[in-house]
């Protein structure tokens, strides 16, 4: 049986406004389980990177609660939380000066003193984090030397050299071509698969997403709600391409995309 890392329960996100709290999505009820791949898709605006920053703490939601193990998030502290939580945002990585090596260090930082010393076991996990990522003959490069892609998988190696149970990554493919959305997408199965990790992360790379994930979360739009379930599942059901299909493109019941 799977080990249950977060719970959502009674879960409304948004945001506020005009000193109003407006919600994109209400009374959501979520499980996320260790070494699972959930790919969180749907159209702009039905509030993904709001719910991933909900889940983190980054974010606080409009009312109900997130657990970690059965640990009520917003009883921890932040450095509690950074033990627990790595996120990937939505960014272009311009640091000038900086070397891969120096970023990923920046990971160990929930473990480090004050004045952020290296001990030779946070070595040892930095390298080996740039190593599954197929990123350690490049420590000693500047990351503005990087490729977007290579830039990519250096912030990953950071999430990991965070040593975290739970990777929230937000549009991590955004920035990518079409060979390294796949190396990326490889990536985040082996992370769940082989290090037991729960990996959720959005996307709009839907035929990668409905290969590849073993559960999605697909955001209706409006604040319709969130439908849970394998991709086969959410195929047969119709509910994706009512979703997403329009008069230009379709998607059968293999998930594959069809332009019309």
């Known amino acids: ?23 994109v999505q209400k009374d959501l009820h979520l499980e996320v389980q260790a070494g699972e791949l959930i790919a969180l898709i749907g159209p702009n605006g039905s509030g993904k990177s709001t719910l991933l920053r909900s889940i983190c703490g980054l974010q606080a939601p409009l009312s109900g609660n997130v657990f970690f193990r059965d640990v009520a998030l917003n009883t921890l502290s932040l450095a509690e ?3 627990l ?4 945002l939505t960014q272009d990585v311009q640091i000038e000066y900086s070397k891969v ?29 740039l190593e599954r990522v197929g990123m350690l003959s490049f420590a000693q490069k500047y990351i503005s030397d990087l490729s977007d892609g290579e830039k990519q998988r250096v912030m990953i190696a950071k999430a990991l050299a965070q040593d975290t ?15 390294n ?9 082996s992370l769940a698969r082989d290090m037991g990790k729960a990996v959720l992360y959005s996307t709009h790379e839907l035929e990668l997403a409905l290969q590849s994930s073993g559960k999605i979360w697909l955001m209706k739009p409006g604040g319709g709600g969130l439908l ?14 009512k979703t997403f299909c329009n008069e230009y493109f379709s998607i059968d019941k293999d998930g594959k995309v069809h332009i019309r």
């Open 1 to 23: 049986m799977k080990n249950k890392m977060i719970r959502c329960e009674n879960l409304s996100i948004g945001y506020h406004h005009a000193g109003k709290n407006i919600a």
């Open 85 to 88: 939580f790595s996120v990937v």
């Open 181 to 189: 959305r796949i190396i990326l997408d490889r990536l985040l199965e």
């Open 101 to 129: 090596h120096q970023i990923v260090s920046l990971g160990r930082s929930p473990y480090t003193d004050r004045f952020g010393r290296l001990e030779r076991k946070d070595r040892q996990i930095i390298d080996e984090s």
């Open 228 to 241: 849970q379930g394998s991709p086969k599942e959410l195929l047969e059901q119709g509910e994706i391409q």
């Open 165 to 179: 149970p739970v990777i929230l990554l937000d549009e991590p493919a955004s920035h990518l071509d079409l060979p």
């Open 81 to 83: 939380q950074s033990r």
